[in-house]
């Protein structure tokens, strides 16, 4: 009975044919015709030879090709979160081009055409998405496996700094809305400690140092993956992170209302809530409440007519409650968290602390992130006035 070998395959992730191979895909052609050659080429060798298939080299390679390599290079390097993000970028470039485009016939219009599938993306979403697909190119030159980089001249548009930082004034407002308990804990860590978004999702009792008053990521768990990571804890911190190890003792201690650890999407719809809470605030501190519909009298009506009206009423109410929301978040400010990481950084260049003190308390080794992004001592006219002051001897000009 003749042997039965495995067939090739078509994969869209990445746009070409495979073939499996014991435990191992092995990686064929975008072209069939081309992924067919080579696949006889290995079944000759017999499926149990280790395969070896040639591939294009230099300007000949495919474009989807060298993707893939870098990849699958992320995959075995870096951690999953920064595979992830790569790999959705590329992914995006991916889709945006001919499966069987060449490194030779690889230009930058070709960058601007994926963009142009995005128009509502921001410069910063914009800068990303080159950053990574040129990433991928600079690697494969770096690697020897092309000759030259056909994006290497391709501009990524300046990031535009997201200026947002919580004052105290802000703050005490945004608590006093706040009805959660588990997204007051994170708004009150993110303001006492000045940490990142991903630090205190990852928090875990085996980190926290409070005898000394801190918290201290090993490097494996801090960013970068080279040095420890120290978040210094003030009373209230430190008051809430002993509560949190006390009922979670393994795994994240800061999680949201359903006992979960807190996701970007959770945190983004937790913002959304409090953009509409604060909206309300406003909305009735300005007297701007309009009265909700009449209730429906039914007990006067024909009772032929009462479903139509309930009907109509309810489509009544429906505007109503749909123009106040509309309202609510067009007066009420959407926050992040990088706001309130932004604010520790601001209060605390506003208290004296020095910029290289401020940048460790953060996690930066250069503290000139400090002045490009995190302080915003800029944005309080009143500050800057008595700094003004100071500068001149005490006496304004």
């Not at 003749?2 to 869209?12: G, I, L, N, S, V």
């Not at 990574?132 to 980089?149: G, Y």
């Not at 308990?181 to 940490?195: H, I, N, Q, Y």
């Not at 009373?235 to 359903?258: F, K, M, Q």
Request: charged share 30%.
């Amino acid at each position: 009975m003749p042997r039965k070998y495995p067939q090739p395959f078509w994969r869209d992730s990445r746009a070409c044919y495979f073939v499996q191979i014991g435990k191992k895909q092995v990686r064929l052609s975008p072209d069939k015709d081309e992924a067919y050659r080579l696949y006889h080429e290995l079944m000759t060798q017999g499926p149990d030879t280790p395969p070896v298939v040639p591939s294009p080299k230099g300007d000949a390679q495919a474009v989807v090709s060298v993707l893939d390599e870098f990849l699958d290079w992320i995959s075995r390097h870096k951690a999953p979160r920064t595979y992830a993000w790569y790999r959705e970028n590329i992914q995006r470039f991916l889709d945006g081009i001919p499966s069987t485009l060449t490194i030779a016939e690889l230009k930058p219009f070709h960058v601007t055409q994926a963009l142009d599938r995005f128009p509502h993306w921001s410069n910063n979403t914009q800068h990303d998405f080159i950053g990574a697909v040129k990433r991928a190119f600079n690697w494969a030159l770096d690697e020897e496996r092309i000759d030259r980089s056909p994006l290497a001249r391709v501009k990524k548009p300046a990031r535009e700094a997201r200026e947002m930082a919580v004052s105290p004034a802000e703050y005490v407002t945004i608590l006093g809305v706040v009805k959660d308990p588990a997204f007051r804990d994170l708004l009150e860590l993110s303001w006492e400690t000045g940490a990142r978004v991903q630090e205190l999702r990852k928090i875990e009792a085996r980190f926290l140092d409070l005898e000394n008053n801190r918290i201290v990521f090993p490097p494996k768990q801090a960013k970068g993956k080279k040095y420890h990571r120290v978040i210094y804890l003030i009373p209230r911190a430190r008051e809430i992170l002993a509560r949190l190890a006390e009922l979670h003792r393994t795994g994240p201690i800061v999680l949201n209302s359903d006992g979960n650890p807190w996701t970007k999407d959770a945190i983004n719809c937790a913002f959304c809530r409090l953009q509409l809470a604060l909206g309300r605030k406003e909305i009735e501190e300005k007297g701007m409440a309009t009265k909700s519909p009449p209730r429906l009298k039914t007990s006067a009506m024909d009772p032929e007519i009462v479903p139509a009206a309930r009907a109509a009423r309810l489509a009544v109410v429906k505007r109503w409650q749909r123009e106040n929301e509309k309202l609510a978040r067009e007066l009420g400010p959407k926050y992040h968290l990088g706001a309130f990481r932004k604010g520790f950084a601001t209060q605390a260049l506003k208290a004296g602390v020095d910029t290289v003190t401020v940048a460790h308390l953060l996690g930066h080794r250069d503290p000139s992130m400090i002045s490009k992004v995190y302080g915003q001592v800029q944005n309080d006219p009143e500050h800057m006035a008595n700094a003004a002051k100071r500068a001149k001897g005490g006496a304004l000009s």
